[in-house]
Structures are given as structure tokens and as C-alpha cells.
């Protein structure tokens, strides 16, 4: 499980992990200046694969959100991400413009 949150404050995110179903959480990331409330998102490709997108950066896992590497900056605040069947992603930002990435891009 991947908790991701936001602090409107600082306007960092935390994104929390879970092996246990939920039971017990640790922090797995930190991204500081990053993230407003709303403005995270986490899509699962498949069971271990994940996109993240903090602020107007996306991520990739391929360990469930183990670990995670940086695949795009978008330049733009992403305000809603989704994956289709082929592997490619789909990013929207809050200006109105869609960015897609296909796997070989990561």
C-alpha cells in the first residue's frame, strides 16, 4: 500500500508505505516544495509498478514503491494521472495540457 500526502503549509509531500496491508506505515520518500493538498497522485501499472506524480514531477517504481526514479518533469502541476493497457501514462496538468509517456520512456 502507498499513502501520498501533501502540506499545504510547507508544501512538501510524504509518501508513506505499507507491507503489511495497512497495519503499520514507514516514510518512504520526501519531496520538499513539492506538493500542495490536491496535488499528488499514485497510479498502479501493474502489481510492483507504479507512477507518481508530485507537484510537476513524475516518478517510477518498479519494487511497489520501494524505490524511485525520476522520469519527467512536466513543467506544470499535474492534476490528474492514468495508465492505459498499451503502458503508456497520461498526465494532465492544471493549465489544461495532456502529456503522454510511453514505457520506453522510463
Not at 16 to 29: F, I, V
Amino acid at each position: 500500500c502507498l499513502l501520498l500526502m501533501g502540506t499545504g503549509g510547507s508544501g512538501s509531500s510524504y509518501l508513506y508505505r505499507s507491507t503489511d496491508r495497512g497495519l503499520t506505515w514507514t516514510l518512504a520518500m520526501t519531496q520538499k516544495g513539492s506538493c500542495s493538498y490536491g496535488l499528488g497522485h499514485i497510479h498502479w501499472l501493474s502489481n510492483l509498478e507504479v507512477i507518481m506524480a508530485t507537484g510537476q514531477i513524475l516518478y517510477h517504481s518498479r519494487d511497489g514503491g520501494g524505490t524511485w526514479r525520476k522520469i519527467a518533469n512536466v513543467g506544470d502541476a499535474v492534476t490528474a494521472l492514468t495508465g492505459m493497457a498499451d503502458g503508456s501514462i497520461y498526465a494532465g496538468t492544471q493549465n489544461g495540457v495532456i502529456h503522454r509517456y510511453a514505457p520506453l520512456y522510463w
